[in-house]
């Protein structure tokens, strides 16, 4: 009987690439660290930026983490989960980007290292679960309590929040502006910093930056006959178009007479006219419209002396309800003296080559703006970033009512705690509780080279001070000491810490239990191909 061969049995296409094991877990730790490398020298104050020049020859000057990663155009798969943790902190908090992305990076650094002396990555991914409940526990004993009514607290929130940044020489001006933004905002506890309106012009310098008790408009007047400023304003906000509406549906007319064509264009004219008389008899002698308004409306508006925009963002259209009192009108005949809200000033002013309408002095506007000046438009881009980091701060601090103090000392601390929680447990997840905790030190240490100083002689100092008890020992970045943080006027909200913790730990859970990397390509006709690596970034490998 003729011996049997074993045909060998091909379940994936052709060109499809795979890597398993410890070489997929090794390509995608490689991925994500390169990544956490990319912008960890962004961070502190001392940090240097990135220049980022895409395709157009457009260039970006920036330390921000989460703008970095998503201009860089990353395609390895297991990097843009990284890139995930940036965004996510962005959206959650607006700050802590480079923390949580170089926290990512190193717990993922230092899982490899367990992995390479056989602990499984199920128990690595349990030991990390462990350790970040913990730690968050331990941030929640440590930190401090914070209201609106503490200014001082709240001012140095919002410079630790610019500091190192293009805004740090006017941090303290620009502290300030924002601190009156999100109080001027605040309703009854209930904060949206969506209600901030940031406006950047190119002119002057950050020091003319601005706080407007309410809404600046990138619009000019529609009609040169109108007044160029209206004190007192009356303001009606208009969800409809101030036009004749066309039909529906096409239709001929036929005109035998030319007196028929003068009434068609008599009545059209009453009818423009009436529109103008209702905005007129309310009593408004402002108009914002978000749609268009007709060149003979315009004019009749002109001559009773009323000031109108047209084209308005809806967005911005909100922003004005919640400054002046107003309430939006989606039908001119409905429209009253009850719906129209008031503004102290409301006017055109030209800002560089534009026109702009200010709608200010409101009284107690829930929506206001800061207008953002700089010398050049780079310049007032890095200004924007840190103030939304200052602003995303302040409003993190306050909707959770908790702070710590910044310089790695927060880090420094937990991870003190977590090493001695650590010799409580037995079995192997006391090998990743423990290098969870070493992974909290990639900040201080980070702070420190990106300063200068010597990352070993700055840890070893710290060690001994949280040892004696000093939870707010940190990196001092203009000198070889250790400082009390807290005293020296560091201090981030407690939610950017907890974010950052669980964001990072979750990202290194996912990828750690990822053991097969298929490369899909031939599964269906126009399928995205999945990219073999990102510029430095390691191969996939070949088929096994």
């Known amino acids: 009987m003729a011996q049997q061969q ?94 949580a992305v170089v926290l990512a990076g190193e717990l993922l650094k230092n899982a490899e290292n367990l992995i390479d002396k056989d602990v499984h990555p199920t128990v690595i991914v349990k030991g990390y679960n462990l350790a970040a409940q913990k730690a968050i526990e331990i941030l929640k004993k440590i930190c401090v309590d914070v209201s609106e009514d503490d200014e001082e607290i709240l001012n140095k929130i919002a410079a630790t929040a610019m500091t190192g940044k293009g805004a740090e020489s006017s941090k303290d001006i620009l502290s300030d502006l ?109 108009i914002f419209c978000q749609k268009g308004i007709d060149d003979l409306v315009q004019h009749f508006l002109a001559k009773a002396g009323v000031y109108a925009a047209r084209r308005i963002k809806k967005s911005d259209m909100e922003k004005l309800a919640k400054a002046t009192g107003a309430r939006i009108v989606s039908k001119l005949s409905d429209i009253s003296n009850e719906d129209l809200g008031t503004a102290g000033m409301v006017e055109e002013v030209k800002i560089g080559d534009e026109e702009m309408t200010y709608v200010k002095d409101c009284v107690n506007p829930k929506s206001v703006t800061l207008l953002i000046k700089g010398g050049t438009q780079h310049v007032v881009d890095e200004i924007e970033r840190a103030i939304k980091d200052a602003l995303g701060d302040i409003a993190a601090a306050l909707s959770v009512g908790k702070v710590v103090a910044g310089a790695g000392s927060t880090e420094m601390e937990v991870s003190r705690q977590l090493k001695e929680y650590a010799t409580k447990l037995s079995g192997r997840e006391q090998l990743a509780v423990m290098a969870f905790a070493e992974s909290l030190e990639i900040i201080p240490r980070t702070l420190a080279e990106n300063s200068g100083l010597d990352p070993i002689d700055m840890l070893t ?21 250790i400082m009390d943080a807290w005293k020296e006027g560091v201090i981030e909200p407690l939610k950017i810490k907890t974010q950052a913790i669980r964001s990072a730990t979750e990202v290194a859970e996912l990828l750690l239990r990822i053991d097969d990397v298929i490369a899909a390509s031939g599964l269906s006709k126009g399928s995205p191909q999945m990219p073999p690596g990102m510029g430095g970034m390691p191969d996939m490998g070949g088929m096994e």
């Open 6 to 99: 074993n045909q060998p049995i091909f379940i994936l296409a052709e060109n499809t690439q795979r890597n398993k094991g410890k070489e997929a877990q090794r390509n995608n730790i490689m991925a994500a660290k390169l990544v956490a490398e990319t912008v960890r020298t962004t961070l502190g104050p001392k940090g240097m930026d990135k220049m980022l020049v895409d395709s157009m020859g457009d260039i970006i000057i920036t330390n921000d983490g989460v703008t970095i990663l998503e201009e860089m155009q990353i395609e390895h798969p297991a990097a843009k989960m990284i890139v995930e943790v940036a965004k996510t902190q962005e959206d959650e908090v607006g700050d802590g980007t480079t923390t």
């Open 461 to 481: 100092a710290l060690k001994v001070e949280h040892d004696k008890g000093n939870k707010w020992a940190g990196i001092d970045a203009n000198s070889t000491k």
């Open 178 to 286: 924002a601190i009156k933004a999100v109080k001027q905002v605040m309703d009854n506890g209930n904060l949206d910093i969506e209600d901030i309106k940031l406006e950047k012009k190119v002119g002057g310098g950050i020091e003319d930056s601005e706080l407007i008790r309410g809404i600046v408009l990138d619009k000019e007047r529609t009609h040169p006959g109108m007044p160029k400023k209206v004190k007192n304003g009356k303001i009606a906000l208009l969800d409809i178009a101030l036009e004749i509406k066309n039909t529906e549906t096409d239709a001929k007319i036929q005109v035998s007479d030319p007196t028929q064509l003068q009434s068609f264009m008599d009545q059209e004219e009453k009818m423009l006219k009436d529109m103008a008389d209702k905005i007129i008899k309310s009593g408004a002698n402002v």
